[in-house]
Every structure is written in C-alpha cells, then in structure tokens.
C-alpha cells in the first residue's frame, strides 16, 4: 500500500480540499482507495457525512491519535492511502512522515505558509537523514496568477528548503469549496478547470512514479 499525505502545520492551507480531491480522482481511477483523517477536528469526515447517498466516493477513516495512526494503518485493505492531517500536531506530523512514501505540502501564497512548511520540511529531512526513503514536493493551492505574490511563489520563493513544487497547482476557484460543502469532489461539479487541476496533479505524481 503507497501512504501519501498533505501535510502542513498551518491552518487553511488546503489540505483537506487536495487530500479528498486527490482521493476522489485515485478512486474514480479504480484504485482501492482509504482517506485517512488524522484530524481531531474531522474536515474529512464531516465531509463523508455530508456526502449524497448515491455518491461514489472512497471510505474514510478516523486515525485522529498519533499512536493509533502507527498500528492501525497497517490493517487497512488498500491500494492507496490518503491521509488529511492537523494543522499544528507535533506528534501527528512526525509519524506521519514516518509512515508516508510520498508527502505533498499545500502552501498558499503567503509568507506565512511559506514559514510554516519549514516544519514539514524538516521532519522530511531529518527521516532522509536518517536513510528513510519519502518522495516529496510542494503543491501550491489557492493560487490567482494575477497577483504578483502568487507568481513569487510559483516562481521559487519556496527553493530555499530544497524541494521541488509541482508543476500543477490548485487555482482559488469557488467549486472547491462548494465541493467540500456538499460532500463530494469537483468531479460531481460542472467545473471542468478544477477536475483538470486535479487530473494533473495526479498524473504527476504517477508519471514520477510516486503512485
């Protein structure tokens, strides 16, 4: 099973919208898919429940406790995990770097998300030290490519922590979060840009091999 999570210590940095819109497109693909949700505050499953009863969307799970995340991962029949995380849990970021074989960091554009993704970035660093093997890779959400602080972020302010970004990055469109309202992806929306945003970033990440 490939564990994948988004992961930044910030609030509001787009985390749950790109894990289950990431999840939705890897199910809708075929793949056996789970979406974690190790957040006490349960965005995830908040969104599950909300969910129409005919809608074709993958399970989630709650593996909210850091210790709980480590055991029960590994019984869980999947191709493909996702996991959403918590903004500012220590304990959580850590074992979920420990686990994950890929790990994506939404970073709007903001200085303050730049600040805040150094944590991720180091425990990313720090389980590569250490002979650990994760792929890693910044994805931009939130992003109007007509303010010149989004192009500052497009454009490598963010080379300074030493990885790379994805090419694809979520725009700061009104579905997302319509989607996420009424519990399902964009792909039940009629935004074609935002289902394509989100094909992209999965056919990266497979053309890498990272899933």
């Known amino acids: 099973?490939?564990?994948?999570?988004?992961?930044?210590?910030?609030?509001?940095?787009?985390?749950?919208?790109?894990?289950?819109?990431?999840?939705?497109?890897?199910?809708?693909?075929?793949r056996r898919v789970v979406l974690i949700d190790a957040d006490p505050q349960g965005t995830a499953r908040d969104w599950r429940e909300a969910s129409p009863p005919e809608?074709?969307?993958?399970?989630?799970?709650?593996?909210?406790?850091?210790?709980?995340?480590?055991?029960?991962?590994?019984?869980?029949?999947?191709?493909?995990?996702?996991?959403?995380?918590?903004?500012?849990?220590e304990k959580m970021a850590a074992n979920v770097v420990r686990i994950?074989?890929?790990?994506?960091?939404?970073?709007?554009?903001?200085?303050?998300?730049?600040?805040?993704?150094?944590?991720?970035?180091k425990l990313i660093q720090g389980k590569r030290d250490l002979g650990g093997n994760v792929e890693a890779a910044f994805l931009a959400t939130r992003v109007s490519s007509n303010t010149k602080l989004s192009k500052e972020?497009?454009?490598?302010?963010?080379?300074?922590?030493?990885?790379?970004?994805?090419?694809?990055?979520?725009?700061?469109?009104?579905?997302?979060?319509?989607?996420?309202?009424d519990g399902v992806s964009v792909y039940e929306t009629r935004d074609g840009q935002a289902k394509a945003e989100i094909d992209l970033i999965v056919n990266e990440l497979e053309t890498a091999g990272w899933l």
């Open 55 to 89: 809608a074709n969307l993958p399970p989630v799970v709650a593996l909210d406790r850091p210790d709980m995340l480590l055991s029960a991962i590994k019984t869980l029949a999947a191709d493909i995990a996702v996991i959403d995380t918590p903004a500012k849990a």
């Open 1 to 30: 099973m490939k564990i994948l999570a988004l992961l930044n210590e910030k609030g509001g940095a787009g985390k749950s919208t790109c894990a289950i819109n990431i999840a939705c497109a890897l199910h809708r693909d075929g």
């Open 153 to 181: 972020i497009l454009s490598g302010a963010w080379n300074e922590y030493g990885l790379d970004m994805l090419d694809t990055a979520i725009s700061n469109r009104v579905s997302y979060a319509q989607a996420l309202t």
């Open 100 to 121: 994950a074989d890929v790990v994506l960091i939404p970073l709007q554009p903001s200085g303050a998300d730049v600040w805040a993704s150094a944590a991720a970035v």
